[in-house]
């Protein structure tokens, strides 16, 4: 493969992580703010910030490709799959304890994808 054409190549899936990226940070923007109106006794605001964290993590989930993706793909949904009971969960029962177990779990797949962003500047940067 010519080096340009792969230096394009991973500028685009940096792009694309970025983009990831910041699902997950307004994810867990909308956990921080819906355990915040828990807190507070604001229901229906905690119900609008858990709704609108749901529907970002569904839609990661739904694009995840299962066949390129294999085993990887496959552990990230049932990651996903976990947040989305555990919001669920925190939804109907007023639980911080729920909405942190959600968080921590995205937190931590989004350390991952950093991780992932970095080594692809890496290689862009020593021209591999």
Do not use: C, P
């Not at 190549?9 to 792009?15: C, F, H, Q």
């Amino acid at each position: 493969m010519d080096i340009t054409v792969y230096k394009k190549t991973v500028l685009a899936n940096t792009d694309r992580v970025q983009i990831i990226l910041m699902l997950y940070e307004g994810t867990l923007n909308h956990i921080k703010i819906a355990k915040q109106k828990i807190e507070r006794g604001d229901t229906l605001s905690k119900g609008t910030h858990i709704s609108k964290a749901t529907l970002i993590v569904t839609e990661l989930s739904n694009v995840l490709d299962m066949e390129k993706g294999g085993e990887i793909s496959s552990n990230l949904r049932s990651l996903y799959n976990f947040v989305l009971q555990r919001l669920l969960y925190a939804n109907l029962n007023n639980d911080v304890n729920a909405l942190e177990e959600a968080g921590k779990v995205i937190d931590t797949i989004k350390d991952g994808w950093k991780e992932m962003m970095k080594e692809f500047k890496q290689q862009v940067e020593v021209g591999v």
